[in-house]
């Protein structure tokens, strides 16, 4: 993931040749295409279909069976290419309250809602799913643009799991990396790993990957080149002590402009306490805080990493609640109707039951109980 909220395209070139000094099969090659993707929606959902192997038929089922069809295709298809763009904004959704209600019967007032809490790119994705993607060959309902929009995110998840695994079975880094750095524009940003406690040796554990670099100075030129813009606070940046066991895998993208190494999902980050101001020749200003990296996290059970059951309770933020179901009183309308005491009215039929019965002030009675409750009244 970019130091900023993506990764600039200028840098796509450098940066797929060198992830293949990362790679630790021929297979991961295909897997980390994403450091080449310009990161345009049509791209993303187009390797998305074509990897799950949706067809246009699929939309001309139930969305109920839309959603278990492509949840059976994501489980048997290849890993789908990881979007770096779509996990810096699911790292903000799962920071978003569980409460926060978003509006899933209007997709043109949903879109709205994720541009109000940042989350543009999955904005311009689903714009992109509602009003171009289709061509408006297919007539498809909401419901199922939007059983499209989140089977996608769903699908993002075991790439992120791929890329983890990867870089745990990697080398250790050598010692002569002692120090890596990761800045960060918006204090939010930072918050969201690091909370709002700044206790001295607090250790917090990483949930998201995070590009950093071996050197400081072009960190700062990074963030002065590719971060412009209104700055309301003074920017962050971690200091990261590496020269200490346990060591972090060899995951340096060698051939970076930006000396660059991904650090994973899962590392454990201890703040010794330390903070001070870091200026530039032309007077920009920086907030250093110093961490020491104290290992990987060690997950619960295999096939897992940190935070991954919040990325997807994340997404269930966008999933429809079952309708409600209808209260039955017992019985089933037979279509047919009698003519009883004056009036037509329809007959209904109890399973096993031969008896037939209509409906008296909200509940079924057999046609005996309702004449009888009728000559009384009369």
């Known amino acids: 993931m970019s130091q900023c909220e993506s990764i600039q395209s200028s840098r796509n070139d450098v940066i797929y040749e060198s992830l293949n000094d990362l790679k630790s099969d021929e297979d991961l090659n295909k ?4 450091w080449v993707n310009d990161n345009d929606a049509d791209d993303i959902l187009l390797n998305f279909a074509e990897r799950i192997g949706i067809e246009e038929k699929y939309f001309e089922e139930s969305t109920q069976e839309a959603s278990q069809h492509f949840t059976e295709r994501i489980k048997r298809s290849a890993t789908i ?7 810096n904004d699911l790292h903000r959704l799962k920071h978003i309250s569980q409460d926060k209600k978003y509006n899933l019967q209007n997709i043109k007032v949903l879109i709205e809602q994720l541009k109000e809490d940042g989350l543009l790119y999955l904005a311009g994705l689903l714009e992109y799913i509602d009003t171009e993607y289709f ?27 791929h890329l983890h695994d990867t870089i745990k079975a990697k080398g250790t880094l050598s010692k002569e990396t002692k120090l890596l750095y990761r800045v960060w524009r918006r204090p939010a940003q930072e918050t969201y790993i690091f909370g709002k406690d700044s206790g001295l040796n607090k250790i917090i554990t990483t949930d998201v990957f995070l590009s ?39 995951s340096r993208i060698t051939k970076s402009d930006l000396d660059e190494l991904v650090l994973n999902i899962g590392s454990r980050l201890q703040i010794t306490g330390e903070k001070y101001t870091h200026k530039t020749y032309d007077g920009q200003s920086f907030t250093v805080k110093k961490f020491v990296y104290q290992g990987h996290v060690k997950e619960e059970r295999a096939g897992e990493f940190y935070g ?3 990325y997807y309770d994340a997404i269930e933020k966008f999933k429809k609640p079952p309708a409600k179901k209808r209260k039955r009183t017992g019985g089933k309308n037979t279509q047919r109707k009698k003519e009883i005491m004056g009036r037509t009215r329809c007959i209904y039929k109890k399973p096993n ?6 409906k008296y002030k909200g509940e079924l009675v057999t046609l005996k109980e309702f004449k009888n409750n009728f000559k009384k009244k009369s």
């Open 31 to 34: 897997k980390i295409k994403q």
């Open 81 to 87: 290419d990881i979007d770096y763009t779509i996990i």
């Open 135 to 161: 061509n408006g060959e297919v007539k498809v309902s909401s419901g199922k643009k939007l059983v499209l929009f989140r089977k996608l995110l769903e699908a993002t998840i075991p790439a992120m799991q």
């Open 212 to 250: 950093t670099s071996t050197d400081i100075e072009k960190v700062k030129r990074f963030y002065k080149t590719q971060c412009a813009g209104p700055i309301e606070e003074v920017p962050i940046i971690w200091e990261i002590s590496m020269d200490k066991d346990p060591i972090h895998p060899d």
């Open 308 to 310: 991954k059951s919040s």
């Open 353 to 358: 039951d031969r008896k037939e019965y209509v």
